[in-house]
Antibody
Framework: EVQLVESGGGLVKPGSSLKLSCVAS????????MHWIRQAPKKGLEWIAL????????YYADSVKGRFTISRDNSKNTLYLEMNSLRSEDTAMYYC??????WGQGVMVTVSS | DVVLTQSPATLSVTPGERISLSCRAS??????LHWYQQKPNESPRLLIK???QSISGIPSRFSGSGSGTDFTLSINGVELEDLSIYYC?????????FGAGTKLELK
């Protein structure tokens, strides 16, 4: 059974940094591209980042480009999202996902002074 | 970026009726269009992939159609458990984008 478990969220101040993790199990993690998607409170879904299976390519939404970095450690079956220069508009539930219908339960990030 | 416009924003339904939700793309996405259902405090659940392909474990009352720029999610015999928000998402070109959603509510 595919499982994706995010962690690392919390309450942080504007301008600070945070690193999210997503541990994968139930499939060959090193063979698949992975995504981060977020959802602000009471809002819709926003795709924010993609990393290829071998980290050869990374893509970002304009809203996070230059501030967020997606990475992965295939030896640990773990996906990461490093978030810098956080803003109030980054407040959201962050999901990791493997295309094909597999999403984690999400982790909440709140950016507030 | 591809803009996905979902309509209606809200649909009031009666259990048992057949309904259709629309998703229109600002440019062709071929059949790289997927439908998700999201209930409060839950992660999105994939209902239909590649416009019309069914997903294992999803009730057969859910079906999808369309290609290019116009897509439809149909529910044949709405049940109370279907009251939630439905999103379409395109995977044809980066950045991948989602529609704003259609909320199904009880009439």
């Amino acid at each position: 059974e595919v499982q994706l478990v995010e962690s690392g969220g919390g309450l942080v101040k504007p301008g600070s940094s945070l690193k999210l993790s997503c541990v994968a199990s139930g499939f060959t993690f090193s063979s698949y591209g992975m995504h981060w998607i977020r959802q602000a409170p009471k809002k819709g879904l926003e795709w924010i980042a993609l990393i290829y299976y071998d980290s050869s390519n990374k893509y970002y939404a304009d809203s996070v480009k230059g501030r967020f970095t997606i990475s992965r450690d295939n030896s640990k079956n773990t996906l990461y999202l490093e978030m810098n220069s956080l803003r109030s508009e980054d407040t959201a539930m962050y999901y990791c996902a493997k295309w094909g219908g597999y999403w984690g339960q999400g982790v909440m990030v709140t950016v507030s002074s | 970026d591809v803009v996905l416009t979902q309509s209606p924003a809200t649909l009031s339904v009666t259990p048992g009726e057949r309904i259709s939700l629309s998703c229109r793309a600002s440019e062709s996405v071929d059949t790289y269009l997927h439908w998700y259902q999201q209930k409060p405090n839950e992660s999105p659940r994939l209902l239909i992939k590649y416009a019309s392909q069914s997903i294992s474990g999803i009730p057969s009352r859910f079906s999808g159609s369309g290609s290019g720029t116009d897509f439809t999610l149909s529910i044949n015999g709405v049940e109370l458990e279907d009251l939630s928000i439905y999103y379409c998402q395109q995977g044809n070109s980066l950045p991948y984008t989602f529609g704003a959603g259609t909320k199904l509510e009880l009439k």
